[in-house]
């Protein structure tokens, strides 16, 4: 069984950081893209950022891209997610996505596993 656990997440100031995790566990993660996601309330859930499964090709939501920076480890079966500059507009629960290609993919349908979410507040 495949699950995916956030962490990281929290309340931070406009302008401020967070690291966000994801740890994966039952299947061989280094096969497949992982993502991540997020949905504000009131709103559809969107692709913020994608990588495949050795980490070379990564892909961003124009509303992120230059601020917020995917990685993997292999290794550890982590995926992170670094997000700076944040702005009150980031605010959303984010989920971890567990990809059903090697190459990753900007939509749902492209993702078999999701993680609960984590919270992440940015104030003005």
């Known amino acids: 069984q495949v699950q995916l656990v956030e962490s990281g997440g929290g309340l931070v100031q406009a302008g401020g950081s967070l690291r966000l995790s994801c740890a994966a566990s039952?299947?061989?993660?280094?096969?497949?893209?992982m993502g991540w996601f997020r949905q504000a309330p009131g709103k559809e859930r969107e692709f913020v950022a994608t990588i495949n499964s050795s980490g070379g090709t990564t892909y961003y939501a124009d509303s992120v891209k230059g601020r917020f920076s995917i990685s993997r480890d292999n290794a550890k079966n982590l995926v992170a997610l670094q997000m700076n500059s944040l702005k009150p507009e980031d605010t959303a629960v984010y989920y971890c996505?567990?990809?059903?290609?090697?190459?990753?993919?900007?939509?749902?349908?492209?993702?078999?596993?999701w993680g609960q979410g984590t919270q992440v507040t940015v104030s003005s």
């Open positions: 996505a567990g990809g059903r290609y090697s190459s990753g993919i900007g939509t749902q349908r492209g993702y078999d596993y």
């Open positions: 039952g299947r061989t993660f280094s096969n497949y893209a």
